[in-house]
């Protein structure tokens, strides 16, 4: 059998001569491309055949199993593929609705939904969803449900690639496999239960102890894990939206798959009681830099963060713990262990925040900073070009807005502990490839003479994980990043210096006027203080920002030359 990356150039899955992707590892089968295919032999060694991987096989007759299929019975595909349902106006044992619905003949069960509609109810009385019974519906948007329903079964809305909303009055109390359910929904932007069983769209079970589904089209990049939640399921699976997700401390169990396929994932926080991170949680998180991995975590299992190619994982336990499968670690993604504890103590939400509630999003929003930085953008705008920001009035405004916003926003610090800790390391590590690349370029150079290279590094762009995006902030952002209005922005590395006096010292913690208990042994480098304490930079303004960009000066004693990087 040929195996190849496959066309979409993704690392984390291959692709065989009949169009079957299976995972990096070839454990998984993961979906089928061929729809022409009538009989496939699954390759040895693969464990696990997704549920609805041949969904779109119409013409598929058989399939044989390895012995290392353990799941097979319930994959079988021939429980996955459906064609259009049609019944005999005769046959006593289906009923249709108004709409050409199929029910069971008690009219308990719905087993199949015409492709054609765009919005469906399903009728009162309604127990069951049956497996697959909306699969394949392309056009469908929305699909409501009575409270009569129990049981959602598995692929019950597969492949619905334009269904936006779901809603069920009471929350059903078997949804038997939720990945297999919404699988390929990418539109999904809400799951709605009205007894309370969801929250912004995203599904909980179990009084939300249990998270249960995030949807595919969720748009939010950010995404905070209520402090009910003690154990998260495959619910985030291959959502490529998420950027940005923090795990609180209530959260014992990360289930199989929990955060795979998450490719755009940059940032998670993993709260200190979390005790079981299961096989593949965070596998194919393609763009996750680092992660901190608590002690309180016994047991690791098979593959956690396969195809993480960009990661350095961060254990705060000294040494592997017994119990951490052998394979955790399988593709030897750098490890630090001993890694210092960091604070944990995160906003969480329970339930939907009272109006009353100003948040930090609430507050960077409303209308007293708008009105401020509305007029530090026009200040900026109408400014003669010879003229410093202080003779315009934006010097003023610019610390005015700081100070406002840092008033507010630092009664909250454990908040954003998470994103602080993100950001100073995340210029830590800038400043560390910047100085290095400063080196390889003096070295290069100073055979031609006397020679001073000097590097300056900065953030590149406005950080797409800012809470609050808008014209407005682009326009703001592009004020705050010119160095005449907001000196010593950029920030200046020369050859010769050594990295730790670059820095203020590799040990040292630069954490004036942050509190000393949350921020104790964090490290935060002089640079961290430089930007939020000498500038006009609100520290919200800096702790989203993860991406950063440099240019070297090349100053010779006859000529100097700058070079970008």
């Known amino acids: 059998m040929i195996m190849s990356n496959n066309s979409n150039n993704n690392a984390n899955t291959i692709t065989d001569n009949f169009g079957v992707v299976y995972s990096a590892d070839g454990k998984r089968l993961l979906k089928c491309l061929n729809e022409d295919l009538q009989e496939y032999t699954v390759r040895e060694g693969t464990e696990n055949v997704c549920e609805c991987a041949f969904a779109k096989c119409d013409k598929l007759r058989q399939v044989h199993y390895p012995e290392s299929v353990s799941n097979k019975s319930f994959c079988e595909f021939d429980s996955c593929w459906y064609k259009d349902f049609t019944i005999d106006k005769n046959d006593t044992n289906y009923k249709t609705d108004i709409l050409g619905a199929v029910y069971s003949a008690d009219r308990k069960r719905l087993i199949r939904c015409p492709k054609d509609l765009r919005v469906y109810v399903a009728i009162n009385g ?60 990418r539109k999904l932007e809400e799951i709605i239960v009205k007894d309370g069983s969801s929250v912004d769209g995203v599904l909980f079970a179990h009084n939300m102890m249990h998270l249960s589904r995030y949807p595919l089209g969720k748009p939010d990049k950010r995404y905070v894990i209520p402090d009910t939640v003690v154990s998260i399921g495959p619910a985030f699976y291959d959502c490529k939206n998420l950027e940005d997700v923090v795990i609180p401390d209530s959260v014992e169990l990360i289930e199989i798959l929990a ?8 940032s998670v926080t993993i709260g200190k009681s979390v005790k079981v991170i299961d096989s593949n949680a965070f596998s194919g998180c393609t763009k996750l830099t680092s992660v901190t991995i608590p002690k309180s975590v016994k047991y690791m299992g098979n593959n956690v963060f396969a195809g993480c190619d960009n990661l350095t994982i961060y254990c705060e336990a000294k040494s592997q713990p017994k119990k951490w499968e052998e394979d955790w670690n399988r593709d030897n993604i750098p490890v630090v262990w001993g890694a210092k504890k960091q604070p944990t103590n995160i906003l969480s939400i329970s339930k939907p925040a009272n109006k009353s509630t100003m948040t930090i999003k609430n507050f960077l929003e409303s209308g007293p900073i708008q009105k401020i930085e509305r007029e530090i953008i026009h200040a900026y705008n109408q400014r003669p070009l010879f003229l410093r920001p202080h003779a315009s009035g934006g010097k003023h405004l610019l610390e005015a807005r700081k100070i406002i916003i840092n008033d507010f926003v630092l009664q909250h610090q454990a908040e954003l502990m998470p994103d602080i800790i993100a950001f100073n390391d995340a210029l830590r590590e800038a400043l560390r490839r910047t100085y290095q690349r400063t080196k390889e370029v003096y070295d290069v150079c100073k055979a031609l003479g006397d020679v001073h290279v000097t590097a300056e590094c900065y953030m590149d762009g406005y950080p797409p994980l800012h809470p609050v995006q808008n014209e407005d902030r682009e326009a703001l952002w592009e004020v705050l990043t010119d160095n005449s209005w907001n000196p010593e922005y950029n920030l200046l590395i020369h050859n010769g210096e050594k990295f730790g006096d670059l820095i203020g010292g590799e040990d040292d913690n630069w954490n004036e006027h942050l509190d000393p208990q949350l921020t104790a042994d964090l490290h935060l480098i002089m640079q961290f203080h430089t930007l939020w304490e000498h500038t006009g930079f609100a520290i919200t303004d800096l702790i989203y920002c993860r991406d950063f960009n440099s240019e070297f000066e090349i100053d010779y004693s006859e000529y100097n030359i700058l070079s970008g990087k």
């Open 126 to 185: 309604t127990e069951v969803i049956g497996e697959g019974a909306f699969i394949n519906c392309e056009k469908l948007e929305q699909v409501c449900f009575p409270d009569s329903v129990t049981t959602v079964e598995n692929c019950a809305f597969a492949f619905c690639n334009n269904l936006k909303s779901v809603k069920f009055s009471k929350s059903p109390t078997k949804v038997l496999n939720p990945l297999s359910v919404f699988k390929e929904c």
């Open 259 to 266: 955060f795979a396929g998450c490719s755009e994932l940059r």
